[in-house]
């Protein structure tokens, strides 16, 4: 016989039961199989610093064992972190071996120790040349994206290299073609792409959208193309001859391509015609090619377990964006939302200088912030608040104690944002939190968790000061509203600003410098003039820490910056959160913004079970 419970825990019991059962069924999001990501640098003449991977799939007992070359050099298995500093003073390759129940597992790839703490990957410059006016121009390596374009576990880095001459939207004048490059972190070039003289050069006009779309293990590139433009084997697409650039330099005519290419080789493997059509020029915003030509990107996981593509055109007037599927070696288009079509008109004008992704309603599948606006997995329209066109925004579980995510964005135009130019709303609904009394253009907003006396993000922008995510002032000055950097052992977030790290100071309500990184040794320099922005910042080696990837100051390489700084906080990759990953694809999208994990990472961070990937 079955015992009788209680009628009121049957009735809780039946609740429960109602409730897993009307829960939308959330997929597992497929992200990418990496190695340990060792890393080892040499921090004094006896001290190694080594740090590596925790996988968002590894087993919560799971320990660590490092090795230099064949000799074990920790005491016992290491469980409350993944760095570990050796007392060595001989140079040595290292490597981890993961403990699982006591067995020892197979050993890491080997890494050797670096002198210093940072990697260097040999650059190849293009060739300069001269425009129809006669202008002569160099180039410059620019924004970076980082995938595994082998499926060896490890990042490779993809490079679009800018021409002195490179334009903004609103400026005419020709300019040089824009390269693409894939680099190994040894330095080996992959291939080179040419966009071409029908692809212009500036910051709205290409973006890196690199990711494995298909799960096969191997990243593809995804990208604006042309007539003209060559792909990495030489291959031309359509017309090698064409020249659709007019006397002011704008390419206003002419086919406009989608093309995916194969990450490993820079082969293209499909070309379709790029959505949506520029079709008449004046109906973007503007007659001369301003407006028409503002493009944003993103990598989503629409239907709640693979990545898709999305591709957007405009912002300031009509909003359209186009979701794309590859899978089996085809290129499908998932669906396209414009503000144009009947029902979606409160969407115009409501994108900003960038997007973002991230599940903002907990069905398991990503939607698209155009900041104003946010348009569901399913194509259509979520939201528009009607707070009209800005220049940041940043997205996260900012507020711990509020379910979901928030955005935090700087708005543009006073007419529509009613007198508070910084807002901080919810994700889900658009619904204002709280918002900073401001006039005119408010042009930079910063989100990060800076401050460990008060729970959640700080926020602030450039207008006002330093507030909680609860809207409460905690300081008139403010830090540099640019980048975040996960840098040193605490879980606070320091700060990025071109050639700067550093980090807040609660005591003084000012920040504290922790390293320059456009002097020696590191020669650092960064893109994007009055942006500051590195060439991309992520977690791509050793532990949860982020790197820092940009130029050096003479273009002959590239730098990636990593931390030597023990710490105790064992968390797994943040590139093993989709969200956060998805952002760092979108980085690069026009006016580049730091990454954001769909969690709250922070002083007061709930520790939460790991993802299980679909490996």
């Known amino acids: 016989m079955k015992p009788i419970l209680p009628r009121g825990r049957q009735l809780v019991l039946l609740c429960l039961a109602w409730l897993l059962l009307t829960l939308p069924a959330q997929a597992q999001k497929f992200l990418e199989k990496l190695n340990r990501g060792v890393v080892a640098v040499r921090t004094s003449p006896g001290q190694v610093y080594v740090g590596w991977r925790l996988f968002g799939n590894d087993p ?21 972190s993944t760095n570990f500093v050796d007392d060595n003073s001989t140079d040595a390759a290292y490597s981890v071996r993961a403990v699982i129940n006591g067995v020892e597992q197979a050993g890491s790839a080997t890494a050797p120790t670096l002198a210093q703490q940072f990697l260097k990957i040999p ?37 679009k290299w800018d021409p002195s001459n490179a334009k903004d939207n609103s400026q005419s004048g020709y300019t040089g073609n824009v390269y693409l490059d894939a680099y190994k972190l040894s330095g080996t070039r992959l291939w080179r792409i040419d966009l071409g003289r029908n692809i212009r050069a500036g910051a709205h006009y290409t973006q890196l959208m690199v990711y494995d779309l298909d799960n096969d293990g191997k990243a593809e590139v995804a990208v604006k193309t042309a007539d003209g433009t ?37 082969a293209a493997m499909a070309t379709t015609n790029y959505l949506p059509a520029r079709g008449t020029v004046s109906s973007w915003g503007d007659n001369y090619g301003n407006r028409v030509d503002r493009f944003v990107s993103a990598i989503a996981y629409l239907d709640g377990q693979r990545p898709s593509l999305v591709m957007g055109r405009g912002y300031y007037t009509r909003l359209v964006r186009v979701a794309w599927d590859w899978r089996g070696g ?11 079509t009947s029902g979606n008109s409160a969407y115009a004008g409501q994108g900003n200088h960038q997007l973002t992704v991230g599940d903002v309603d907990g069905d398991g599948k990503d939607e698209i912030c155009n900041g104003a606006s946010t348009i569901d997995d399913n194509g259509r329209g979520l939201f528009s608040s009607g707070y009209g066109h800005g220049d940041a925004l940043h997205m996260s579980d900012m507020d711990p104690d509020r379910p979901g995510q928030e955005v935090w964005q700087c708005q543009e135009e006073p007419a529509k944002y ?10 889900r609904t658009g619904q204002l939190i709280f918002g900073v009394p401001t006039t005119g253009d408010v042009g930079r907003a910063m989100a990060a968790d800076i401050d460990p006396r008060y729970k959640g993000y700080e926020l602030w922008g450039s207008s006002g000061g330093v507030y909680t995510c609860t809207g409460q002032q905690i300081s008139t000055s403010r830090p540099s509203i640019n980048f975040g950097l996960w840098w040193d052992g605490d879980l606070q977030r320091e700060l990025l600003d ?41 977690d791509i080696l050793g532990d949860w820490r982020e790197e820092v990837i940009s130029r050096s100051i003479d273009n002959q390489s590239l730098v990636i910056l990593t931390t030597t700084i023990p710490t ?13 990953r998805a952002q760092v694809a979108l980085q690069n999208s026009a006016y580049n913004q730091p990454p954001h994990p769909s969690y709250y990472l922070g002083a007061t961070w709930p520790r939460r079970p790991r993802p299980t990937l679909p490996w």
């Open 60 to 80: 919560a007992g799971i320990s660590f064992n490092v090795y230099r070359g064949a000799t074990k050099a920790n005491a016992t298995p290491i469980t409350n």
């Open 123 to 159: 650059l190849q410059i293009p060739a300069g040349g001269t425009t129809p006016t006669g202008e002569a121009y160099t180039y410059s390596a620019n924004d970076c994206s980082v995938a595994d374009l082998d499926g060896d576990g490890q990042y490779e880095v993809v490079v």
């Open 330 to 340: 085809q290129l499908t288009q998932r669906w396209t939302f414009d503000s144009n």
């Open 418 to 427: 009613a007198g508070k130019g910084l807002q901080l709303r919810d994700a």
């Open 230 to 266: 060559t792909d990495g084997r030489g291959v031309v697409i359509g017309s090698a001859t064409a020249d659709y650039r007019n006397l002011a330099g704008y390419i206003l005519s002419g086919p406009e391509f989608l093309t995916v290419f194969n990450g490993q080789t820079g």
């Open 568 to 580: 105790t906080h064992r968390l797994p990759t943040l590139m093993h959160d989709a969200q956060y």
């Open 498 to 538: 071109g050639d700067k790290i550093d980090k807040w100071n609660p005591a003084t309500n000012s920040v504290t410098r922790l390293a320059t990184i456009y002097a020696e040794p590191f020669n650092m320099a960064y893109n994007n003039t009055t942006k500051r922005n590195p060439g991309v910042s992520a």
